[in-house]
């Protein structure tokens, strides 16, 4: 670590790491993490720290620097819940909850963010402006940022950050990319309803399974025809369920899938094209269809300008410091894009295994630069902001 303030970081590196295997020994579903909100409420206390709550959960705390007056205000976020996993590590600090783990890492951005809280506060004779902490509930299911953002999360705000661990990149390794990185994850359901009639005489019936077989391969077409080939575009069926018996031709059919793309033209035309396609496909074949479509999550996009300055702030923090892939997952900090300058950044921690496994371990050491570059960040923001 290469940050001027490394001291403060190493000073508080256990403590860390102790507030991360309590928050990974109990876990807690997408918006109930009352437990959570707690501890992060105790931490902030004993810091003197003010903040606020978002109804049972979820926490905007705030440090005002006292080297001026200024009123520009940074933004650092973290996301809080846990996912439906069973834990398989085998660590001393495994997951007490059955059924629930932190297998995205969670409770690490949690336990670092609050680390970083506790490095600026001890720096605040040395900023001017304010940095607002998010710790946000929900991230899982696509709905914590815009809650927070109901809440108030991103008024006032100029510029922002959140940061993200990775059970695969090597130990303390940051990767970021400017522009387009993750993608919008949308969810449909398309109900699927034809007219039942003995299996040994289809002639009677109009086949539900026929027509939604026709739909998983129909769908594929958003990607090959209705759009450019030079645009990503993702489309997954996950579930499909029909029939009720092996001699019956079935009424109903249930898909239920994921679209994911970076643009966000593209994020708004889709819900339509997927309807006609599916209308026209169940018509055709003598059934209805019914389509359900779920914005989750919108393409995440990094600003150029607090790309630049969060970049900037990787490489004072690390030498090890690479450009991101483009990846179809989604991620809800994109909520905050329209409202200000957003950049996101992964941390490296060799966990063994990817994300959402049951057997990925973070790795601790990594955490030093997962503070490192968010506190830095805050530090060049308010300079830059307050420059410009």
């Known amino acids: 670590m290469k940050n001027e303030f490394k001291e403060l970081i190493e000073q508080v590196d256990n403590k860390v790491r102790a507030f991360r295997h309590d928050l990974h020994m109990y876990p807690e579903p997408s918006m109930k993490e009352f437990r959570t909100t707690d501890k992060v409420a105790e931490w902030l206390d004993t810091l003197g720290v003010s903040y606020r709550r978002t109804g049972k959960t979820g926490i905007i705390a705030e440090i005002h620097g006292t080297k001026g007056n200024s009123q520009k205000i940074v933004l650092l976020r973290a996301d809080m819940d846990a996912l439906e996993v069973q834990e ?3 660590l001393p600090y495994e997951s007490q909850e059955k059924g629930m783990m932190h297998g995205c890492g969670h409770d690490t951005h949690t336990a670092m963010l609050l680390g970083a809280v506790e490095v600026l506060n001890a720096l605040k004779d040395q900023f001017d402006g304010t940095v607002r902490f998010v710790f946000q509930p929900g991230e899982e299911i696509g709905a914590g940022a815009q809650y927070m953002i109901e809440h108030g999360a991103a008024d006032h705000v100029d510029m922002g950050m959140a940061l993200h661990i990775s059970g695969l990149a090597p ?15 949308d969810q449909f359901t398309i109900h699927v309803h034809g007219k039942a009639s003995h299996g040994a005489a289809p002639q009677d019936g109009k086949d539900a399974t026929v027509a939604a077989a026709a739909l998983v391969m129909n769908l594929q077409t958003l990607v090959s025809r209705e759009f450019s080939p030079l645009e990503p575009v993702l489309v997954t069926v996950g579930q499909l369920h029909s029939g009720t018996r092996f001699n019956c031709i079935s009424e109903n059919a249930m898909l239920d899938g994921t679209v994911r793309v970076f643009s966000r033209d593209l994020y708004n035309q889709i819900p339509s094209v997927m309807e006609r396609i599916a209308k026209g496909t169940c018509e055709a074949l003598g059934c209805t269809a019914e389509v359900e479509f779920k914005h989750l999550t919108q393409p995440l996009s990094n ?4 790309y630049t300055i969060l970049y900037q702030a990787a490489c004072k923090t690390t030498e090890d410091v690479v450009e991101a892939e483009m990846s179809m997952g989604g991620e809800d900090f994109s909520a905050f894009n329209p409202y200000f300058p957003c950049a996101f950044i992964h941390l ?8 959402h496994s049951p057997h990925v371990a973070f790795k601790e050491e990594a955490f030093q630069n997962g503070i490192g570059v968010e506190v830095q960040f805050a530090l060049d923001a308010l300079s830059y902001l307050n420059q410009k």
């Open 88 to 90: 398989e590590t085998g």
């Open 303 to 306: 600003d150029h300008e607090a």
């Open 348 to 355: 490296g921690a060799d966990g063994g295994y990817q994300n």
């Open 171 to 185: 130990v303390g390794e940051l990767l970021i990319r400017d522009g387009d990185e993750l993608a919008s994850c």
